[in-house]
């Protein structure tokens, strides 16, 4: 039988040891996450737009949320230089981030954040049943702060897109431009989090079978 006096020597040992333990099985954990969104704009009479349309000229959309970020995307019925003969034949699409801040908190200075996303825009015509004419896919791209933009992609020519209109004759003269963002984050996890999760999945897993 130990001494009184070797006890609380003991225990000492013993509480020293456990933190040893602890230190030793030190973990962390970090998650994918994606959340996806869709948004469409319909431009009506479209024929007309694009003669009115000077290379440069944009359509904006409105902003839709994803992944907690307003998404504008930029439509160029004419391309987006206006001063390249060469870059007025195509159509083209920009989208921009714009991280939409609460009224109070806009009076102190944004810190930069980068956000990751992938997108796909395409462009329906009247009377299709929706299929896609024309699409062009973009990422996964880093946007640098907010307003920062994925830069100028073409879906398609001028000419192709006419030609494309022509063709369906009769069924009406108005596009509709989808596009569909993924945005992907990388997220700390704390051991307690990462066990109910695990949990949460074994349940539900456990249900299924």
């Known amino acids: 039988m130990a001494s009184s006096s070797s006890l609380p020597a003991t225990l000492r040992m013993l509480r020293a040891a456990w933190r040893g ?87 102190i200075p944004a810190t930069p954040s980068d956000v990751t996303a992938a997108y796909r825009v395409s462009i329906a015509l009247d009377g299709d049943g929706g299929n896609r004419a024309f699409c062009t896919a973009v990422g996964p791209h880093r946007f640098r702060g907010s307003l920062s933009s994925s830069g100028a992609m073409d879906v398609a020519t001028v000419g192709e897109l006419r030609a494309a209109l022509r063709r369906g004759e009769g069924a009406g003269d108005g596009i509709v431009v989808r596009c569909d963002v993924t945005v992907t984050s990388l997220e700390k996890e704390s051991r307690i989090m990462w066990c109910i999760r695990q949990l949460v999945s074994k349940i539900n897993l456990d249900s299924i079978r």
């Open 21 to 107: 333990a602890q230190e030793a099985v030190s973990f962390s954990s970090t998650r994918l996450r994606q959340h996806t969104g869709t948004h469409q704009h319909r431009i009506d009479r479209y024929s007309a737009a694009d003669a009115a349309a000077l290379a440069g000229q944009r359509i904006e959309t409105a902003p839709f949320r994803v992944g907690g970020h307003e998404w504008p995307l930029h439509f160029y019925p004419r391309g987006v230089l206006a001063a390249s003969d060469d870059n007025a034949g195509r159509v083209s699409v920009d989208l921009i981030v714009w991280s939409r801040r609460d009224p109070w908190w806009s009076l």
